[in-house]
């Protein structure tokens, strides 16, 4: 990695999947609020990276809501 003084430096780096499975790996009940947390942010990236996943979310929640498909359908169009 590139260090402010131009200079290469060796670093440790984690995937976020690895990242979460450390996490995870923390056996302590202080670090539960933590991994709730990490698993919502690690979907909300999952979501910005495929808009199609939120979209079909939105068209799953209509469904869910009695929304006809025509309604969800004329909705999508826009």
Same mark, same amino acid.
């Given at each position: 990695?590139?260090?402010?003084?131009?200079?290469?430096? *060796?670093?440790?780096?984690?995937?976020?999947?690895? &990242? &979460?499975?450390?996490?995870?790996?923390?056996?302590?009940?202080?670090? =539960?609020?933590? *991994?709730? /947390?990490?698993?919502? $942010?690690?979907?909300? &990236?999952?979501?910005?990276?495929?808009? =199609?996943?939120?979209? =079909? $979310?939105?068209?799953?929640?209509?469904?869910?809501? $009695?929304?006809? =498909?025509? /309604?969800?359908?004329?909705?999508?169009?826009?």
């Amino acid at each position: 990695m590139l260090a402010r003084d131009g200079k290469l430096r *060796k670093t440790d780096v984690a995937t976020r999947k690895q &990242l &979460l499975r450390i996490i995870q790996s923390v056996p302590s009940p202080n670090a =539960e609020h933590l *991994k709730q /947390w990490l698993a919502q $942010g690690s979907e909300r &990236l999952d979501e910005i990276t495929d808009p =199609e996943i939120v979209i =079909e $979310g939105a068209i799953n929640t209509y469904r869910e809501k $009695g929304y006809s =498909e025509k /309604w969800i359908a004329q909705r999508r169009k826009y």
